[in-house]
Structures are given as C-alpha cells and as structure tokens.
C-alpha cells in the first residue's frame, strides 16, 4: 500500500490556461473522488467515480472541468481556461466501495492561477 | 441536503492537557457514518477515527474518543493527554450510506498544541 498520489504537487498557471492533475488511488479501491479545498474551507465534492464510471457530479463541476478515469486506475482532472478563482487545493482521495469506507486522501495539487 | 457545523475555527491546549473539538451535523438520514480526520500543515489528511450512527457505544481510538449524541446531531472530538504533533485541522464529516458513500465536511476546526 503505497497511498493516493498525486501530480504535480504545486502548479502555477495564467488564466486562460489549461491544466491537468494526475491522481494514482490505492491499488485495491474502486472508488475514486475529487475534492477541491479553499482556505479556511473544508474539502468540497466535485466528483467520484466507481472503477471507470463517473457516477456523480457536483453542481461545483462547471464546463470547464471534466474528469475521466479510463481504466479504473488513475484519473486525471482537467479544468480548461482556468480563472484566477480556480486557485484552491485539489485533493483525491480513494476508498473500498463494498461498503461504507473511510477516504483514504493524497496530498493534493495547489493550483495558483494568476 | 447534509450539513456539517464545526463553530470553533481556532482552539489551543496546553501539552499534556485534554481538549474537546465539536461538532454538529443536520440530515434526514437514519444510516450514516460519521469519522473525524486531520491536517497537519502542509500534510495530506488522515482519517483520527470514525463512528458508525447504529452503534450507540462511542468509538475511542487510543487518546481519541468521540461523545456521539445521536438526538442531538452531534459529534465531538476529544483528545486527551494533547501531544505537539497532533496541532493540525480537523475537519469533522459525515457520510451517509448509499450511492457513492458521499462524504460532507465542516469548515474544520485549527488545534495548537503549547508546549
């Protein structure tokens, strides 16, 4: 059990740019969840996904966001045309989805978005 | 729509000392799960322990226990004999059991352990 990791772990952009974060859960879980976290702020759900299937979204998701996870691996998480207010901490996280489970987290990408 | 409420933004304990965060949650829900998890600065976030809403026994996890007051929708954290490394957020969640297992989180509470 190496835990959930995550890529790259800072990433500065300009608005207007596309970014892409990469998250490799723990071997064994099925479940896969993306949360971002602002300052002072709990982490809020954006999406998860059950092996490959992308099962729910948060009204948080605009358009600009989409998520995939292809193979039920890893996932990667890509906002197009970044906005300064995109600035926030993006952590996934993985669990057992038999039954109700614990998140086990990574240690999250800080995007910085100028 | 589930809502988590942790009303102590900052708190400190002296080293050694026993200090309760709290925490209080609304839903309709009768099959839940509730876990406490924690930051440290600059540090990926670990589960400290959690709670099943059936078991009426509170969970303790070495100095961590809850008080789980299940008519009252709340659900604190005390940890006892309070150690330098356990200054951190902690974030309180609750997860109610179903598609998704869709975990909701307080705004977190931040701990400074004085030596």
């Known amino acids: 059990d190496t835990g959930v990791s995550q890529d790259p772990r800072h990433k500065i952009t300009k608005r207007g740019q596309n970014v892409t974060f990469r998250c490799d859960p723990i071997?064994?879980?099925?479940?896969l969840y993306w949360y971002r976290q602002t300052l002072g702020q709990g982490p809020e759900f954006l999406t998860y996904?059950?092996?490959?299937?992308?099962?729910?979204k948060s009204r948080l998701l605009s358009d600009r966001f989409s998520a995939e996870r292809p193979k039920g691996s890893f996932s990667t998480l890509e906002i197009q045309r970044t906005e300064q207010g995109d600035s926030a901490m993006y952590l996934c996280?993985?669990?057992?989805?038999?039954?109700?489970?614990?998140?086990?987290f990574g240690n999250g990408t800080r995007l910085t978005v100028t | 729509a589930q809502t988590v409420t942790q009303s102590q933004p900052e708190m400190s304990v002296q080293e050694a000392e026993t200090v309760t965060l709290s925490c209080t949650y609304d839903t309709s829900e009768s099959n839940y799960y509730l876990f406490w998890y924690k930051q440290p600065p600059s540090r990926q976030m670990i589960l400290v322990i959690r709670q099943e809403a059936y078991k009426q026994q509170n969970a303790t996890e070495n100095r961590f226990s809850v008080n789980f007051q299940k008519a009252a929708k709340s659900f604190s954290l005390k940890i006892s004999d309070s150690q330098l490394g356990d200054t951190a957020m902690y974030f309180c969640?609750?997860?109610?059991?179903?598609?998704?297992?869709?975990?909701?989180f307080g705004t977190g509470t931040s701990l400074t352990v004085i030596p």
């Open positions: 996904f059950q092996n490959e299937a992308q099962l729910e």
């Open positions: 996280a993985s669990s057992l989805g038999d039954r109700p489970s614990p998140l086990h």
């Open positions: 969640a609750f997860m109610k059991q179903g598609t998704g297992n869709q975990f909701y």
């Open positions: 071997s064994e879980h099925n479940r």
